[in-house]
């Protein structure tokens, strides 16, 4: 059993406290919360002193444990329970629960006996009726219980007025045994013989007729017909003596009737074979630790007066679970992580740690887990274990770090000792450095070859020495300043290069911890796949079983010419029928939608009916959108536009429009204005902006700044590209195409989507269309328009431009300065001349691709300029303002530079040398 061992003994399950209301006891909860496993529920009912305690200690395959009682009451208070691994079905547990005995008037409390009979309905598999003597009609008034379920239980929390509310209680009711102990009839009809199902059948024969008595005579018959499924008898003949019965627990087999023990073991066959794991609604399959959950709703919703709700009840179950799965499967990765021998290790070992680690934790998640609806806490499990994951990530690189900067201080002790007495300060002194230094890296590599932080800590360090070197270079008189200048520029360079090394390793680790993020997701779809398809399997056969259960009823309404019963059976049947039918069309029609997981640029499974989803085609959640801010809404728009939506920008027509200044408050602020002759699309030729035009009509647009408490509320989206005022004054647009700059790949293809903002709200409108250069919307008004991208984990390249302005040269200048700009291709080159007026535009081939988020330097040539800063970090500015990225210091004389772009972190040139013309 998973709880670690065989219970020795029952223990009581839920009891009166002292103020006599009913509560779970914590140490069988303690028990149920052990329990992992499927839970096969066996729970007995009946009128105390009818020898119930006895067929659970037969199925536990003991000869004593629930207490047997001979006097004129009660022995069994509350539900006392034992738990054993079930005999018969491997991984499962069995639960027996018995009932204290119902209808003992020393209690003085009818009310509890009801509850007491309605707990052990919702909690079991199998629920065995045990009674004395004969099925006749006192035996079924004494069943009165069974006619009260409705009061007390509805399975759900709102029903509809024409819902066939039986169909419902057979779904979560479990299969009813009736055993009948001391039986002495035959089982005979007339002269044929029977068995004991058809004697229970028989007994539960309706009659007709529509007067009071015959109602309160068809009620508790009526009510095991609708509400119990699977039906089942087993009589006994009486075990032993009169004398001997007083003492059941010390008797042997020998002593026992011979007809009794064959009953007995059929009886508990039946029951090992038949009785299914316990199963809420849905079919799901609950483990001992929901089990003790579900006790608990249910008491508590007793203690509070409330009927009983199986739907609430679930619900409240599903949260207490999932909350459980999440910190337990959290917590078995991590000390399967943190069980790993000393760091630092190599990321393979790492990654194939945590690929071990995660698989069993989801495992753990997954036998917890229980209705996760949208995969919520599944996803929050996920963020979780990434996080974690990163974190230790991050302790094996600092711990290579540590190892590597423990070598690097051996190995080049020697040449720090030389620099620190002046050794390389004499003519010649440059190379021996140079030459030293060069050894000395190779003797580190050869020292740190399997450590991943090696590169990053000797980079590092050559940075750190680039002044001393150049110290030591200026003062090797042997060359002459020429050489000396060439060689600061060849060292600047070579470090830069240098670097590529250490960036590449970087960018392998970054990739690898991307790699285990695709394959963890992919083992998240996979067993979330597997458990959809369990839970639809579940659902079909829990509707396979509800439909013979009306059939078999109404035949026999049939037989015994129950017409006008048979034929409301029959309604409910074909009602049955046809929501099983579409059920089954919806699950052929399944289809697995990938919806972006957020901050990990993963998806998640969503299952939807039929034709794929607006969610498919851009990838954003609602709820991810609303918690941002109060003031955002999501708004799926119609994807029909009465001009040409699918057409490209390039068949548009091209026009320029007139700038005209709005007022005297930035006189830097253009705005474009565009006198549209007739219908048709237009593609403005300084902004990229495309207009699909109805008519004639006259455009207004500039260019606004983004709020930042806007972007704010955008939680993962933040801007692609400016942000647009536009106003039309005849209402004529009907469509916008807005340039983009990014380059699609299969992680990034669904990222973009167009923000519409009015009155301080934000509308997120989903594309018409997206192609390599624009994003396509219908519009219904206008006001301001910018172009959003989904935050992702991984930074991919963008089209960008390298814009020159040559500076106005004043009275005091002796050098030219030279302004570069990096920005996104989609800023318009207008706007950027607009707000540099006084400077001269250098026209060059400005196109590049650059990531968000890298270093770049600029590489000037001829030796004597000078760049500031050394490098920066590319940034995708969508104004209002633009600042310069680099400047550039030239001599006065020089007529013509070079200029070229590396990244640093690729280590390559990015933007191939460009020839200047400063004059």
């Known amino acids: ?60 395959g003991q000869q004593s444990g629930f207490a047997l009682g001979s006097a004129n009451e009660s022995k069994t208070k509350g539900i006392w329970m034992w738990c054993i691994p079930h005999p018969k079905k491997e991984g499962h547990t069995l639960v027996l629960l018995d009932t204290e005995g119902l209808g003992d008037v020393a209690k003085g409390d009818e009310k509890h006996d009801t509850w007491i009979f309605c707990l052990a ?85 309706l009659k007709p007729g529509i007067s009071h008595r015959i109602e309160q005579y068809n009620l508790p018959r009526r009510c095991l017909r609708q509400f119990f499924a699977v039906r089942k008898c087993f009589v006994f003949p009486r075990p032993a003596s009169t004398q001997n019965m007083q003492r059941m627990e010390q008797l042997t087999e020998k002593e026992l009737d011979s007809g009794f023990l064959e009953q007995a073991d059929t009886f508990c066959s039946y029951v090992y074979d038949n009785s299914e794991p316990k199963t809420v609604t849905g079919g799901r399959t609950i483990t001992g630790t929901a089990l003790g959950n579900l006790a608990e709703v249910y008491v508590e919703a007793i203690r509070s007066g409330n009927v009983l709700c199986v739907e609430n009840a679930v619900t409240c179950l599903a949260k207490i679970q999932n909350v459980r799965a999440v910190e337990e ?55 979780k274990i990434h996080d974690e994951y990163q974190q230790r990530c991050q302790q094996n690189q600092e711990a290579s770090r540590m190892q590597c900067e423990d070598v690097l201080r051996d190995v080049f002790d020697k040449m720090e000792k030389s620099i620190s007495d002046g050794s390389y300060l004499k003519p010649g002194g440059y190379q021996q450095y140079r030459d030293t230094l060069t050894q000395l890296t190779w003797d580190y590599r050869a020292r740190t070859d399997s450590q991943i932080m090696r590169e990053d800590v000797l980079i590092k360090y050559l940075r750190a020495k680039e002044e001393i070197g150049i110290g030591i270079l200026q003062a090797d008189q042997s060359m002459n300043a020429t050489e000396r200048e060439s060689e600061v520029h060849r060292l600047k360079c070579d470090i830069l290069k240098k670097g590529q090394r250490a960036v590449e390793k970087q960018k392998w680790l970054h990739e690898r911890v991307f790699e285990d993020m695709k394959r963890s997701h992919q083992e998240h779809m996979r067993q979330t796949t597997s458990q959809m398809e369990r839970e639809l399997e579940r659902f079909r056969k ?16 049939l037989q015994q010419n129950f017409q ?41 499974l969503v299952w939807t009916k039929g034709a794929q989803s607006d969610e498919s085609q851009f990838p954003l959640q609602r709820s991810e959108v ?37 007022g005297d408050e930035d006189k830097h602020d253009n705005t474009y204005r565009f006198v549209c002759p007739h219908a048709g699309q237009f593609r403005c030729s300084l902004t990229n902006l495309v207009f699909v035009m109805e008519g ?24 692609a590209g400016p942000l647009y005022n536009i106003d039309c004054f005849n209402g004529s647009i009907s469509g916008l195409h807005f340039p983009h700059c990014e380059i699609f790949s299969e992680e990034n293809k669904d990222i973009l989507a167009v923000a519409h903002l009015t009155g301080g709200n934000v509308e997120t409108m989903k594309p018409l269309k997206v192609t390599e250069t624009h994003v396509m919307i219908y519009i219904k008004d206008l006001s301001l328009f910018g172009l959003l991208k989904r935050k992702i984990f991984s930074s991919f390249p963008v089209v960008a431009q390298v814009l020159l302005f040559l500076r106005p040269i004043t009275t005091r200048q002796r050098e030219n300065i030279l302004d570069v700009y990096l920005l996104p291709w989609n800023i318009p080159l207008s706007k950027v001349m607009g707000q540099h007026k006084e400077s001269t535009h250098i026209t060059t081939s400005s196109k590049c691709s650059l990531t968000p988020g890298s270093e770049y330097g600029l590489c000037c040539e001829p030796v004597g300029s000078t760049v500031q800063p050394e490098t920066e970090k590319f940034e995708c500015n969508f104004g209002p303002n633009y600042h310069p990225t680099f400047e550039v210091f030239v001599n006065f004389n020089t007529e013509e530079i070079r200029l070229s772009l590396l990244d640093k972190t690729e280590g390559k040139e990015v933007w191939v040398t460009r020839r200047v013309v400063l004059t």
């Open 1 to 60: 059993m998973a709880c670690g061992g065989l219970m020795s003994a029952p223990v009581c399950l839920i009891e009166n406290d002292e103020n006599g209301k009913l509560h779970v006891r914590k140490e069988a909860k303690n028990i149920l919360d052990g329990i992992i496993q499927p839970v096969v529920v066996v729970s007995v009912v009946g009128l105390y002193r009818t020898g119930k305690s006895y067929l659970m200690n037969r199925l536990a």
């Open 542 to 557: 829990d509707n396979e079983r509800v439909l013979e259960a009306k059939l078999k009823e109404r035949g026999a309404l």
């Open 329 to 383: 499967a959290l917590q078995f990765y991590m000390t399967e992580m943190l069980s790993i021998a000393e760091l630092p290790k190599r990321p393979e070992e790492l990654s194939d740690i945590h690929k071990t680690a995660e698989k069993k934790a989801i495992e753990v998640f997954f036998s917890i887990s229980f209705n996760d609806n949208g995969q919520i806490y599944q996803q929050e499990l996920m963020r």
């Open 696 to 719: 004639e009509g006259e455009v207004l647009y500039n260019i606004d700044s983004w709020d930042p408490r806007l972007l704010d509320g955008l939680g993962q989206m933040q801007p």
């Open 564 to 604: 006008q019963e048979a034929a409301r059976i029959q309604d409910e049947i074909n009602s049955l029928k046809a929501d099983m039918n579409k059920q089954e069309m919806s699950h052929h029609s399944l289809q697995y939608i990938d919806t972006k997981w957020p901050g990990a640029g993963l998806s998640k």
């Open 626 to 662: 609303e918690k941002g801010s109060d003031s955002l809404s999501y708004s799926s728009l119609e994807a029909q536009s009465p001009a040409h939506p699918s057409e490209d920008a390039e068949v548009a027509e091209v026009f320029t429009p007139e700038l005209v200044q709005r």
């Open 121 to 205: 309905v919702l909690l079991s598999s199998t629920l065995v009726y045990n009674s004395l003597g004969t099925i006749d009609n006192t035996a079924l008034e004494n069943l009165h219980y069974v006619t009260e379920l409705t009061e007390n239980i509805c399975v759900k929390a709102d029903v509809g007025q024409h819902e066939d509310e039986s169909a419902d209680f057979i779904r979560v009711f479990p299969s009813f045994v009736w055993t009948v102990r001391d039986f002495t009839l035959e089982l005979k009809r007339g002269d044929k013989l029977i068995t004991s199902d058809e004697y229970l059948e028989g007994a539960l024969k």
